[in-house]
């Protein structure tokens, strides 16, 4: 599976922001998709994930409220909106995917596929 996310810019403080995630070479379908970011000098930090069937979410406690993630499996593309930024959400947003889709959703290294990566920058 190669991911590739897109839809990253530059947003004042208090905007918006849809990012999508483009799956190729497989379905999708079955997976655990899930959303990360890593800020300079930070650690890579859990955001959101979605189960393959879409009907569990979960989210970090800091976009809880803000952030949506939803999927469109029949187009192989996961998206995160993203409400009410704050210059804290300034990063290097990556998709990832997790083909077994059995185990925890807010560590790294359960997932097999990782996406690019794609910035965003929010001015205060």
């Known amino acids: 599976v190669q991911l590739q996310a897109f839809g990253g810019g530059l947003v004042q403080a208090g905007g918006s922001l849809r990012l999508s995630c483009a799956a190729s070479?497989?379905?999708?379908?079955?997976?655990?998709m899930g959303w990360f970011r890593q800020a300079p000098e930070k650690e890579r930090e859990f955001v959101a994930a979605?189960?393959?069937?879409?009907?569990?979410?979960y989210y970090a406690d800091s976009v809880k409220g803000r952030f949506t993630i939803s999927r469109d499996n029949a187009k192989n593309t996961m998206y995160l909106q993203m409400n009410s930024l704050e210059p804290e959400d300034t990063a290097v947003y990556y998709c990832?995917?997790?083909?077994?889709?059995?185990?925890?959703?807010?560590?790294?290294?359960?997932?097999?596929?990782w996406g690019q990566g794609t910035l965003v920058t929010v001015s205060s």
């Open positions: 990832a995917a997790d083909r077994l889709s059995s185990g925890t959703v807010y560590q790294t290294g359960q997932y097999d596929y």
């Open positions: 070479g497989r379905t999708i379908v079955g997976y655990t």
């Open positions: 979605i189960r393959w069937r879409g009907s569990s979410t």
